[in-house]
Nanobody, 125 residues
Framework: QVRLVESVGKLVQAGDSLRLSCAAS????????MGWFRQAPGKEREFVAA????????FFADYVKGRFTISRDNAKNTVYLLMNSLKPEDTAVYYC??????????????????WGQGTQVTVSS
C-alpha cells in the first residue's frame, strides 16, 4: 500500500501563488507516475497535471497550462504542484495520485491506483 499525504492547503487571493506537496510513504512505488486532480463543489473530479517517473515528461489540463508546474523529487518521494496566477475558479479540493502500473502518467482517473486524502485550496476574488 502506498500512502499519499498532501500538504495543507490555504486561502489565498486571486493572483497569488501556492505550492502543494505530496509525500509518498509505505510500499515503494517504483516507477510510479504521479498526478494531481481537483474537485470543486458540485463538480466531477478533474485532471490537473501529471508527471512521469523520471520527471522528463509533464502534461497539464488546458485550464492550468502556463500557470501551474508539476515537479518531483524521487529522493524525497515527493511531488509538487506550483500554482501561479491563481483564479477563483481554481478553488477546489486538490488530490495527488500515484499510477503504479505506468511510469508515464495519464490524465485518466481510473489509471491511478493510490490517492491522497485531498487538501482544500480556496482562491478569493
Amino acid at each position: 500500500q502506498v500512502r499519499l499525504v498532501e500538504s495543507v492547503g490555504k486561502l489565498v487571493q486571486a493572483g497569488d501563488s501556492l505550492r502543494l506537496s505530496c509525500a509518498a510513504s509505505g510500499r515503494t512505488c517504483s516507477n510510479c507516475a504521479m498526478g494531481w486532480f481537483r474537485q470543486a463543489p458540485g463538480k466531477e473530479r478533474e485532471f490537473v497535471a501529471a508527471i512521469s517517473w523520471s520527471g522528463d515528461s509533464t502534461f497539464f489540463a488546458d485550464y492550468v497550462k502556463g500557470r501551474f508546474t508539476i515537479s518531483r523529487d524521487n529522493a524525497k518521494n515527493t511531488v509538487y504542484l506550483l500554482m501561479n496566477s491563481l483564479k477563483p475558479e481554481d478553488t477546489a479540493v486538490y488530490y495527488c495520485a500515484a499510477d503504479a502500473d505506468s511510469p508515464y502518467g495519464s490524465s485518466r482517473i481510473p489509471g491511478y491506483d493510490y490517492w491522497g486524502q485531498g487538501t482544500q485550496v480556496t482562491v478569493s476574488s
